[in-house]
């Protein structure tokens, strides 16, 4: 081996090692957001206030009757659908083969882009509770009304689609590609017919069938700890 060859392999080995120590750091992060993510979700859906109806009125009267409650579940629901966001890009690297790639690819996409616009709709919370406590209630829904209305909201509010249909496909991926069974998309599909189904004054059995729908999220997390363990 001459000099330079050496010296390149001894450069070389402590990149090698400190590119190991990133990618461990980045997979341990995805698994702790995928896990965190839909705990904060559960915890803000179990800490909504209660609301008698799904109609404008008994909304906002729910948001105004407890402003603690209001804030905190909107805190909680913001933070857990940013790292559940950001959690959802490293599924992708569980599915090793072809078999779930794409449905984990465009699922990792979809839901990233619509946790990360929903995210930044619970802030109608604090509007919304605030117009309730400010203004007869009659006037706070048709604001709120009016502000649903927006010609633009649409391309806005529109993504939360995404991201159901992206935690659908994460599901079918992982269960195609052997991380988990078939028994987790049984599940997403419950929660969601569940959503539809269940009435809003049920407020945390819809909370609870909510957070359910990121179960897979979790399950990625756990399954990436658990990979990261096998590797050590």
């Not at 929903?118 to 509007?127: E, F, I, L, T």
């Not at 633009?152 to 991926?173: D, E, I, Q, R």
Request: a positive charge; glycine letters at 10%.
């Amino acid at each position: 081996m001459t000099p330079l060859t050496h010296n390149a392999t001894a450069t070389a080995q402590p990149l090698t090692e400190e590119t190991d120590r990133t990618r461990r750091f980045l997979r341990r992060a995805g698994g702790a957001a995928l896990i965190s993510g839909p705990v904060l979700i559960f915890g803000g859906m179990m800490a909504c206030p209660p609301q008698a109806s799904d109609s404008t009125v008994d909304y906002i009267t729910s948001l105004a009757r407890d402003g603690f409650l209001t804030q905190l579940s909107a805190m909680l629901l913001h933070y857990g659908l940013i790292l559940g966001a950001l959690g959802a890009l490293a599924v992708p690297g569980l599915v090793r083969g072809r078999k779930g790639r794409w449905p984990a690819l465009l699922g990792a996409l979809a839901t990233a882009i619509g946790l990360l616009n929903v995210s930044g709709a619970v802030r109608d919370d604090w509007w919304r509770m605030v117009i309730g406590q400010q203004f007869p209630i009659d006037v706070a829904a048709r604001v709120s009304d009016t502000v649903d209305a927006s010609a633009f909201m649409p391309l806005w509010s529109g993504t939360t689609l995404l991201a159901f249909l992206g935690l659908l496909s994460l599901s079918v991926a992982l269960a195609r590609a052997g991380v988990a069974g078939w028994w987790l998309t049984a599940v997403y599909l419950a929660a969601f017919v569940g959503m539809m189904v269940i009435p809003v004054s049920l407020t945390y059995v819809v909370g609870t069938a909510f957070a359910l729908m990121y179960l897979p999220l979790a399950v990625a997390g756990v399954r990436t700890f658990q990979r990261e363990r096998a590797t050590v």
